[in-house]
């Protein structure tokens, strides 16, 4: 059975590669250049993703090893 810490560090880990795969330049190239009406989308989509990579990681720093 693993510890938690080696489950914090694996989930740590898969949150990293996460980060680095929303952040790669051939996805924001294409949320830039997704169609609109003179709205670009690149600012939400930064947004949201620093936002989730943010908040998963609090969470992931917080969970406690009793749940």
Not at 13 to 35: K, T, Y
Request: charged share 15%; proline share 6%; hydrophobic share 55%.
């Amino acid at each position: 059975m693993k510890s938690t810490s080696s489950r914090k560090l694996e989930r740590l880990v898969a949150l990293f590669a996460m980060a680095i795969l929303l952040f790669s330049p051939p996805l924001i190239i294409m949320v830039d250049r997704l169609p609109s009406l003179s709205v670009s989308w690149l600012p939400l989509y930064l947004f949201i993703a620093w936002g989730t990579v943010i908040g998963l990681t609090a969470w992931l720093m917080e969970l406690r090893s009793g749940r």
